[in-house]
């Protein structure tokens, strides 16, 4: 992908984003230098952590990959205006692209292509939207999830027969 024009990486499409780089292309996880996004294997390793923040910095192509749906997130993912696209997400019991968050910012980013098939719940973007944690002793309130200027094209199906299938 491109940078827009007019913003701060106009000049350098990746912002320093190594592709070969794990887990992430680059940055510290914080708000002011993010971990950046610039490869498939950099968003399969988005997890729970609350307190991270990740951008995307190139569209991310999934067409012939396998991809694991992210099984917690509660970072902040600054999409940039990027697309996911060709996400197949087949033969499990449950199935978005996030299955859980947790205290999660999401914004700015388009899924293009998305298939998900599962047996008892299927969802385009998450399937479930936590507000609290458990804990040692009981249970911990989270921060609500955002999702901002967040746009899924795709099909969605639930084939068990109590199965339930959602769009977010």
């Known amino acids: 992908g491109t940078a827009d024009a007019g913003t701060a990486d106009a000049g350098d499409a990746l912002m320093g984003c190594d592709p070969e780089a794990s887990p992430f292309g680059g940055g510290a996880g914080t708000e002011e230098d993010p971990y950046l996004l610039c490869a498939p294997a950099h968003w399969l390793a988005l997890g729970p952590d609350e307190d991270v ?67 008892h719940g299927a969802a385009g973007l998450v399937l479930t939207v936590v507000s609290t944690r458990p804990t040692g002793g009981g249970f911990s309130r989270g921060a609500a999830s955002t999702f901002e200027d967040v746009r899924v094209e795709g099909a969605v199906e639930a084939t068990g027969e109590a199965g339930v299938a959602a769009g977010i």
């Open 53 to 119: 923040h990740h951008r995307l910095v190139a569209d991310l192509d999934f067409a012939g990959r396998s991809y694991a749906p992210i099984a917690d997130f509660g970072g902040v993912l600054e999409g940039g205006g990027h697309a996911l696209a060709n996400v197949t997400i087949a033969g499990v019991d449950r199935g978005a692209l996030f299955l859980e968050v947790f205290g999660a910012t999401l914004r700015d980013l388009r899924v293009e292509g998305l298939s998900v098939t599962a047996t």
